[in-house]
């Protein structure tokens, strides 16, 4: 259990890069309260465990239901991510400014689900890295291996979604740290990487998708 805890843990912690994404929640939720990132930060810690719960469980089944390849998957979901990042790279937090200059309230709660959980900090690179763990299960034939395994995953994906509440919700300090200027540069920086890795998602799919009809199985 130990070994497969790690094991997962290892797989998601260089996706998910809590610190990394908790400077883009920052920029997004820049004129928040301490109470409301906290209270938005842990909503979206939350729906992060429940997204890649899933993912790990029943995100194999899912896909063969509809048909969908995890190519297609990642395909599809770095888009996604690479739009997001190219967005926030060009016009930093359009919502919070919009609010701002027209004296309206901004409504973080809205925020919780998407972009914030998905695809920002659980996107397709997490849900595809955690379908891919899920079809080892099939390794394991005793029912007590599986369960142990399973038990195991979720442990991972809970620690996962805490150490997301901790970045996230403390993410003012990183501010403070770096100042105005150094915080905009940094968030530039990670919209950047959050575009690059939209982009890398892109590619490892569509090289899936290219090399089978290159060479069919």
């Not at 912690?13 to 908790?22: D, K, L, Q, R």
């Not at 939720?29 to 790990?56: C, G, K, Q, W, Y």
């Not at 996230?168 to 968030?187: K, Q, Y």
């Not at 998708?209 to 060479?215: F, G, T």
Request: hydrophobic share 55%; proline share 4%; aromatic share 10%.
């Amino acid at each position: 259990m130990v070994e497969t805890f790690l094991l997962v843990l290892a797989a998601l912690f260089p996706i998910v890069n809590p610190p990394g994404t908790a400077l883009v929640f920052l920029s997004m939720t820049a004129r928040a309260s301490h109470v409301e990132r906290r209270l938005l930060a842990r909503r979206v810690a939350i729906n992060s465990f429940f997204v890649m719960a899933v993912a790990f469980l029943l995100g194999a089944l899912v896909l063969k239901f509809y048909g969908i390849s995890i190519p297609v998957l990642r395909v599809a979901g770095g888009l996604i991510v690479a739009i997001s990042g190219w967005k926030l790279l060009n016009e930093g937090n359009p919502k919070g400014e919009d609010a701002a200059q027209t004296g309206g309230k901004i409504e973080y709660s809205g925020l919780a689900f998407y972009p914030l959980t998905l695809p920002l900090t659980t996107g397709p690179g997490t849900i595809a890295v955690l379908i891919s763990l899920g079809f080892s299960r099939g390794v394991y034939i005793d029912f007590s291996q599986e369960a142990r395994f399973v038990a195991a995953g979720l442990a991972a994906t809970i620690a996962m979604a805490a150490f997301i509440y901790v970045c996230f919700a403390f993410s003012d300090r990183i501010e403070r740290i770096l100042g105005r200027g150094g915080t905009d540069i940094a968030v530039r920086l990670s919209a950047f990487i959050l575009f690059c890795l939209g982009a890398q998602i892109v590619w490892s799919g569509a090289s899936e998708l290219i090399r089978s009809v290159m060479v069919p199985a």
